[in-house]
Nanobody
C-alpha cells in the first residue's frame, strides 16, 4: 500500500521559512517521480516542484525560493521554502508516480498517489 504523509506546515510571516516533509512507504521511493503541489482557497492545483533522479523542475513562481530534495535512505521528500510570501498560502501536497514523464514540465497533476496535505499560511 502506497502511503504519503506530509508534515511541517504552519503559520509564518512574510520572508519566513518552512521545510515540508513527505514520509513515504509501500513502493520503491528512489525510482519514482515525486512532486509538490499546492492549492489555495478557491483555486485549482498548482504544480510547485518535481524531482526524478537528477532532474528537478520548479514553477516560475517559486524559483530561487523553494528547493525540492529527497532522502532515499529515509524514503522522504522535502520542500525547503524560503522568503515566503502571502501568495504562497495554500494546502501543500506531495505526490508520487512510477512514470518518469509525469515529472516533466509542465508540472501537471497526473500523479497516481497523493498525500492528504499540510497547510502553509503566510501573513504579511
Amino acid at each position: 500500500l502506497v502511503q504519503l504523509e506530509e508534515s511541517g506546515g504552519g503559520s509564518v510571516q512574510t520572508e519566513g521559512s518552512l521545510r515540508l516533509s513527505c514520509a513515504t512507504s509501500g513502493y520503491a521511493f528512489s525510482t519514482y517521480c515525486m512532486g509538490w503541489f499546492r492549492q489555495a482557497p478557491g483555486k485549482g492545483y498548482e504544480g510547485v516542484a518535481s524531482i526524478y533522479m537528477d532532474s528537478i523542475h520548479y514553477a516560475n513562481s517559486v524559483k530561487g525560493r523553494f528547493t525540492i530534495s529527497q532522502d532515499n535512505a529515509k524514503s522522504t521528500l522535502y520542500l525547503q521554502m524560503n522568503n515566503l510570501k502571502p501568495e504562497d498560502t495554500a494546502m501543500y501536497y506531495c505526490a508520487a508516480d512510477s512514470r518518469a514523464w509525469v515529472c516533466s514540465p509542465p508540472l501537471g497533476n497526473e500523479y497516481n498517489f497523493w498525500g492528504r496535505g499540510t497547510q502553509v499560511t503566510v501573513s504579511s
